[in-house]
C-alpha cells in the first residue's frame, strides 16, 4: 500500500517556475514507477511525465518536453517535477500516481494509487 501526497502548488506569471514534490509513506515506495498527470477544468487527465522506480528511465509528454523535469529521491520517498517557462496552458491540477509495473506508464489506468492533487495556475 502507498499514499501520496503532493505539495508545491500554487499562482506563478507565466515565464516563472514552481516545483511540486509527491512525498509516499511506504517502505517499498523505491520499487513503484510514478507519474504525474495532470486535469484542467472541463479536459481529461492527461500524462506529463513519468520516471522508473531506479530513476534511471523519464518520458515526457511532447507538451513539456525541455521545460518539466521529473527526478526521485527514493531516500527520501519523494519524486519531483521541476516546471520551467510556464505557460497558461499548464494551469491545471497536478496528481502523482504509482504503480509496480506501468508499462503504458501515459495511461491513467496503469496506476493503482493516486495522491489528491496540487493546484497549479499560471497568470499571463
Known amino acids: 500500500q502507498v499514499q501520496l501526497v503532493e505539495s508545491g502548488g500554487g499562482l506563478v506569471q507565466a515565464g516563472g517556475s514552481l516545483r511540486l514534490s509527491c512525498a509516499a509513506s511506504?517502505?517499498?515506495?523505491?520499487?513503484?514507477?510514478v507519474g504525474w498527470f495532470r486535469q484542467a477544468p472541463g479536459k481529461e487527465r492527461e500524462f506529463v511525465a513519468a520516471?522508473?522506480?531506479?530513476?534511471?528511465?523519464?518520458y515526457y509528454a511532447d507538451s513539456v518536453k525541455a521545460r518539466f523535469t521529473i527526478s526521485r529521491d527514493n531516500t527520501k520517498n519523494t519524486v519531483y517535477l521541476q516546471m520551467n517557462s510556464l505557460n497558461a496552458e499548464d494551469t491545471a491540477v497536478y496528481y502523482c500516481?504509482?504503480?509496480?509495473?506501468?508499462?503504458?506508464?501515459?495511461?491513467?489506468?496503469?496506476?493503482?494509487?493516486w495522491g489528491q492533487g496540487t493546484q497549479v495556475t499560471v497568470s499571463s
Open positions: 500516481a504509482a504503480d509496480l509495473s506501468a508499462p503504458r506508464y501515459y495511461a491513467v489506468y496503469e496506476y493503482d494509487y
Open positions: 520516471i522508473s522506480w531506479s530513476g534511471g528511465n523519464t
Open positions: 511506504g517502505r517499498t515506495f523505491s520499487r513503484y514507477g
